[in-house]
């Protein structure tokens, strides 16, 4: 695998196409918009709708293989699996909801439908792992922005959806059997590996605001112009020409690479020989400027060969070492290189899954059956809920990937502590959604947007510090089985149950007022209860980690987000 050198313009170019992937990726969160057209269609109960969205949500977040793979295969291998998963599975569902194939079996579609979503899996993870390894100084930051964008994907959705496909849902379908596809085959070439920096250099954090800042005015911008939508008759021409609009937004990020190639920094001043006189001028902030990575262990700690395509076996290691090998060889300690094997055994790893689980498997619930949710309670037009959402969601990954690392640097606060602060927040949402008092939706769909987002924006780059970035793709896409594996829990069989239950008091085709949800919101506010003890006796046993680190000097360069 080609590798590229330090501090050129390729990670920049490879994290604004990631971007573009982290869109196509969000691929799952367009389930709201065509699922009720699929219920119509096919004559599915509300149930049956739900198991789907259960196959949505385990296809997005079963993502083993492509864990497996980015250590084995270039990223654009990884991108191409995506590539014919999105095709293939999309397809099928676009065939079914606009009736080209009539009566098609409940089976085939849950099928597709995992195929289809199974490509955020193959997307995100080469995206992901590509960047948090050009980039692993910052790896809250560049997370918080990926699943950021990841996350506002929603609302870019929604925004083509009801301004370009006139809210039909088999040409969504065709847009995400076709469109998606062809963006990242466009993107495959620029996402590529590259020698990270051992350090951070001046331009660095201005370029990491720069790409928030840009992601913010996108995120700003798309929920005031569906809200637009929703209350004005516009146009043809002003919808196409928002759209155009937000796609500039999008492009926004490829302003850096430009500037660097029309503005190149100075040439780099050699790096003097250590104890020279250049070292000794530059002052004592200057002093501390070590690689931090290579304070912590000689066995490549933090950043591990993840370039490399084989894992050095036992064997090898007891053949270089020789005679005392056995008595030498020991297991990692956290914050270095765990196999996914020895990773799997610790308890921080199996807390941090069930804090994890607890957390994204109740919001995710929300998310599935925000439609049905807001019609019970008598809004109509739930594109808002949604775009809200999305929002929202948006906001909490970026916020939470940059504020941890804000903390982290200058405190050494863990970022499991904002995951705590999250889930509390989320236990007030759930009880709000339960009290179904005028406008508390609303405010309950944000809050729960933001703690939801803040979820996926700490548990990224928390295992990638316990556990290594070496074997990171495959321990992080096994921490996101806690996703589908909420979905299917609180969605498919909770949420499923009652709204199927009331249904049958009130003796229609469809559940309204409160009581069609309230059982499951009151449920899952215990659920995130538990989960706030459980992050709290995380975070407690992690602290020593991070105070450790900060003492090796992996947090010495300033914070800059």
């Not at 604004?16 to 389930?31: E, L, M």
């Not at 951070?200 to 800042?213: I, K, P």
């Not at 000689?298 to 008595?327: H, K, W």
């Amino acid at each position: 695998m080609e590798v590229l050198k330090a501090g050129s313009r390729p990670p920049w170019v490879g994290l604004s196409a990631a971007v573009w992937v982290q869109i196509a990726a969000g691929n799952a969160y367009t389930f709201p918009l065509y699922s009720p057209s699929l219920k119509t269609v096919m004559g599915f109960n509300q149930q049956q709708l739900t198991i789907l969205g259960v196959a949505n949500d385990i296809g997005e977040n079963v993502g083993i293989l492509p864990g497996i793979a980015c250590n084995k295969l270039p990223p654009w291998v990884v991108l191409l699996v995506g590539v014919c998963a999105c095709f293939m599975g999309y397809g099928v569902l676009w065939l079914a909801v606009s009736e080209t194939v009539k009566s098609m079996p409940y089976w085939v579609l849950w099928i597709a439908l995992c195929i289809a979503t199974h490509s955020s899996a193959w997307f995100d993870t080469a995206v992901l792992v590509t960047n948090m390894r050009n980039f692993p100084l910052s790896r809250g930051t560049v997370a918080g922005i990926l699943k950021g964008y990841a996350g506002i994907s929603a609302a870019v959705y929604t925004e083509v959806y009801s301004m370009a496909l006139n809210q039909s849902a088999s040409k969504i379908l065709l847009f995400l059997t076709i469109g998606l596809p062809l963006i990242c085959l466009a993107m495959m070439y620029f996402i590529r590996a590259c020698i990270p920096a051992a350090k951070e250099d001046s331009s660095e954090h201005v370029h990491f605001l720069f790409t928030q800042a840009a992601s913010l005015c996108l995120a700003i911008y798309l929920l005031t112009t569906v809200i637009l939508k929703d209350v004005l008759s516009l146009s043809n021409a002003i919808s196409y020409t928002f759209v155009a609009i937000m796609i500039i937004f999008l492009m926004s990020p490829i302003a850096i690479p430009i500037k660097m190639t029309l503005f190149p920094a100075n040439a780099k001043k050699p790096v003097p020989p250590v104890g020279s006189s250049d070292d000794l001028v530059s002052g004592e902030d200057d002093s501390r400027q070590i690689d931090p990575l290579l304070l912590l262990s000689s066995s490549e700690t933090n950043l591990g060969s993840f370039y490399e395509g084989e894992d050095v076996s036992d064997i090898d290691i007891l053949l270089a070492v020789g005679v005392g090998a056995v008595t030498k060889k020991r297991r990692p300690k956290r914050g270095e290189d765990f196999k996914f094997q020895e990773a799997i055994v610790k308890a921080d790893f199996w807390l941090l899954w069930l804090v994890y689980f607890l957390g994204v498997g109740s919001g995710v619930t929300v998310l599935n059956n925000l439609a049905q949710i807001g019609v019970a309670v008598g809004i109509d037009d739930t594109t808002i809920l949604l775009c809200l959402f999305g929002f929202c969601n948006f906001l909490g990954r970026l916020g939470g990937g940059a504020v941890s690392e804000h903390f982290l640097r200058s405190k050494t606060i863990p970022r499991t502590v904002w995951m705590t602060l999250s889930q509390i927040i989320m236990i007030i949402a759930f009880l709000l959604f339960a009290s179904a008092l005028n406008g508390t939706h609303y405010a309950a769909t944000g809050f729960l947007g933001i703690c939801y987002g803040v979820q996926f924006a700490i548990m990224i780059p928390t295992s990638s510090e316990l556990f290594g970035l070496k074997h990171f793709g495959i321990i992080f896409n096994f921490m996101q089985l806690g996703n589908p594996i909420g979905a299917f829990l609180f969605s498919g069989l909770l949420a499923g149950y009652v709204y199927d239950a009331e249904v049958v008091k009130q003796e229609g085709s469809s559940c309204l007022g409160p009581n069609c949800y309230r059982l499951t919101f009151l449920v899952l506010a215990c659920m995130c209860g538990i989960g706030t003890i459980l992050s709290v006796i995380l975070t407690i046993r992690i602290r020593p980690v991070y105070q450790m680190l900060y003492a090796g000097g992996f947090f010495s360069s300033p914070s800059k987000f």
